[in-house]
């Protein structure tokens, strides 16, 4: 099992800056890929980002990539999401998620609350 713990939500007005952390335990050597998700008030969850973790390469949804940055780091487990610029519209509960080599998005963390005002 893996677990993960998401940090660095909050309120911010727009045009700010947040970091959210996502720090995995357990059995991390299982872990294939972590990423991010998230899910605005009365929209289904959507990838933000992802983050292979042997192959080093990310990948981002259309619109994500240019103010939305995943990096980790290696030696904490530990996945992070720089988001710049924030839009009222990227307001959303905003999940870590983690994938075994055989199943995808298998592990999930609690969420973390975003909230971005205009």
């Known amino acids: 099992q893996v677990q993960l713990v998401e940090s660095g939500g909050g309120l911010v007005q727009a045009g700010a800056s947040l970091r959210l952390s996502c720090t995995a335990s357990g059995r991390t050597s299982s872990i294939y890929a972590m990423g991010w998700f998230r899910q605005a008030p009365g929209k289904e969850r959507e990838f933000v980002a992802r983050f292979a973790w042997s192959v080093g390469s990310t990948n981002y949804a259309d619109g994500m990539k240019g103010r939305f940055t995943i990096s980790r780091d290696i030696a904490k487990n530990t996945v992070y999401l720089q988001m710049n610029s924030l839009k009222p519209e990227d307001t959303a509960v905003y999940y870590c998620?983690?994938?075994?080599?055989?199943?995808?998005?298998?592990?999930w963390g609690q969420g973390t609350q975003v909230t971005v005002s205009s």
């Open positions: 998620a983690a994938s075994s080599a055989s199943i995808r998005w298998n592990y």
